[in-house]
Nanobody, 121 residues
Framework: QVQLSESGGGLVQPGGSLILSCVAS????????TGWYRQAPGKRRELVAT???????NYADSAKGRFTISRNTAKTTVLLEGYSLKPEDTAVYYC???????????????WGQGTQVTVSS
């Protein structure tokens, strides 16, 4: 059984910054892709940024230049740093980690519980 624990959300002023953290715990054999998504009220969940299994980072166009995704060597901690935040960045942010078996023959995605980020003055 694996668990994801997110932290770092809250109220941020426009132009401000934040760091979101996602920590995976439990019995872990392998980790594939890791990422952050967000869902604003009345909208679908959308990609913010991901890191592929081999370490390539990808960003949504809306996140390029303002968000940075990173993770530790074990891939069990995934960070999302946001800068120059805008009111339209307001959303619930979700961590997603792909857990795999030892030989990476079978993987499944797990979602965190979400953390609210509100950008407002």
């Amino acid at each position: 059984q694996v668990q994801l624990s997110e932290s770092g959300g809250g109220l941020v002023q426009p132009g401000g910054s934040l760091i979101l953290s996602c920590v995976a715990s439990g019995t872990i054999f392998g980790i594939g892709a890791t990422g952050w998504y967000r869902q604003a009220p009345g909208k679908r969940r959308e990609l913010v940024a991901t890191i592929t299994r081999d370490g390539t980072a990808n960003y949504a166009d809306s996140a390029k230049g303002r968000f940075t995704i990173s993770r530790n060597t074990a891939k069990t901690t995934v960070l999302l740093e946001g800068y120059s935040l805008k009111p339209e960045d307001t959303a619930v942010y979700y961590c997603n980690i792909e857990f795999c078996d030892y030989y990476y023959t079978s993987c499944h995605s797990n979602w965190g519980q979400g953390t609210q980020v509100t950008v407002s003055s």
